[in-house]
């Protein structure tokens, strides 16, 4: 998947969060739970945009794995309003899949990413002059 592709999809997944939690009842545990989602889910596309943007392979991984915990922690609060049965199957279902896809999606990259720096961290080996980053 390219990057694009990447911002477009958690983009729309926020957009998707946006209109779940507006659907949340106006009690005080509907409440309470859509303010920590909204926050969390609009965090996943805003922190997948400065993955972009990242100045050094350090700040890459640790925004990536913002990524993976934000999209974790959007499978919770789903996992919550289905079990308090806050909303329906078919209105949280969509989003929760996609909150699962996406964290794959980071985990598999942040995966990939450390083995490719522990790959390159190896080819240089030590006393190469060059700083190791720190994992």
């Given at each position: 998947m390219k990057p694009s592709e990447l911002?477009?999809?958690t983009r729309k997944f926020s957009v998707s969060v946006i209109k779940l939690v507006e659907q949340l009842p106006a009690?005080?545990?509907g409440q309470s739970i859509a303010e920590p989602m909204v926050k969390v889910g609009l965090t996943v596309g805003?922190?997948?945009?400065t993955i972009c943007h990242a100045p050094n392979p350090y700040c890459f991984m640790e925004r990536l794995a913002e990524c993976r915990e934000a999209a974790d922690e959007c499978v919770y609060w789903l996992d919550l309003i289905l079990e308090a049965e806050l909303l329906g199957a078919e209105e949280v279902e969509p989003a929760?899949?996609?909150a699962r896809r996406l964290r794959r999606i980071f985990s598999k990259s942040h995966r990939a990413a450390s083995k490719r720096q522990r790959d390159e961290t190896y080819r240089r080996g030590?006393?190469?002059?060059?700083?190791?980053?720190?994992?």
């Open positions: 911002k477009d999809r009690t005080v545990i805003s922190k997948y945009r929760r899949t996609e030590p006393g190469s002059g060059e700083d190791d980053i720190p994992f």
